[in-house]
């Protein structure tokens, strides 16, 4: 969700009015662009914007409803997306079931550093290369 945002920039927007934002002055009417994959990364905010560090989130009060603003995945106010508990809970759960009854390998010949991470812009984000992983069965205790 932050290192790789799934809708990298928002649905353009119009200002109703002459405003300031960041000491430029903006005319009514412009289109105007937010880029939640450049916040999520910004290291004014974030230590090593770029690094794959889950536990970062450990003890930390981010929010992603959109009202705290360094990571906003869901977008913020207004239109922000009514689907964000569902698409929570769909991500967690799907997780949950994945890590909980499979234990994954790569595939034979491969390793960590062949893993690619580079992804596909666009409304959505996509990865570029597929994963490639074999999953093995294995039922640890039940959920
Ligand atoms: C992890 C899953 C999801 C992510 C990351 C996500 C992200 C987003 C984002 C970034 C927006 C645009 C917000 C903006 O422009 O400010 C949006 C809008 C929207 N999302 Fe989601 N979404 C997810 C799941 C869902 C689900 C499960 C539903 C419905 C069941 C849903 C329905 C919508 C709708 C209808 C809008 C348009 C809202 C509007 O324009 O007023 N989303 N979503």
């Given at each position: 969700?932050?290192?790789?945002?799934?809708?990298?920039?928002?649905?353009?927007?119009?200002t109703m009015?002459?405003?300031?934002?960041?000491?430029?002055?903006?005319?009514?009417?412009?289109?105007?662009?937010v880029?939640?994959?450049?916040?999520?990364?910004?290291?004014?905010?974030?230590?090593n914007?770029?690094?794959?560090?889950?536990?970062?989130?450990?003890?930390?009060?981010?929010?992603?409803?959109?009202?705290?603003?360094?990571?906003?995945?869901?977008?913020?106010?207004?239109?922000?997306?009514?689907?964000?508990?569902?698409?929570?809970?769909?991500?967690?759960?799907?997780?949950?079931?994945?890590?909980?009854f499979?234990?994954?390998?790569?595939?034979?010949?491969?390793?960590?550093?062949?893993?690619?991470?580079?992804?596909?812009?666009?409304?959505?984000l996509?990865?570029?290369?597929?994963?490639?992983?074999?999953?093995?069965?294995?039922?640890?205790?039940?959920m």
């Amino acid at each position: 969700m932050r290192l790789f945002t799934p809708e990298p920039l928002l649905v353009p927007r119009e200002t109703m009015e002459k405003c300031i934002i960041d000491g430029y002055e903006v005319q009514p009417e412009t289109l105007v662009y937010v880029n939640p994959w450049g916040i999520a990364r910004d290291p004014e905010t974030w230590e090593n914007p770029d690094e794959f560090w889950p536990e970062r989130f450990l003890n930390s009060d981010v929010e992603l409803k959109g009202q705290g603003f360094s990571l906003i995945p869901f977008g913020s106010r207004g239109r922000s997306c009514p689907g964000y508990s569902l698409g929570l809970l769909t991500v967690h759960l799907l997780l949950a079931n994945l890590l909980n009854f499979f234990d994954w390998e790569l595939p034979s010949g491969m390793n960590t550093d062949d893993i690619d991470t580079e992804a596909w812009p666009g409304l959505t984000l996509n990865k570029r290369d597929a994963l490639k992983l074999v999953p093995r069965i294995c039922v640890k205790s039940p959920m």
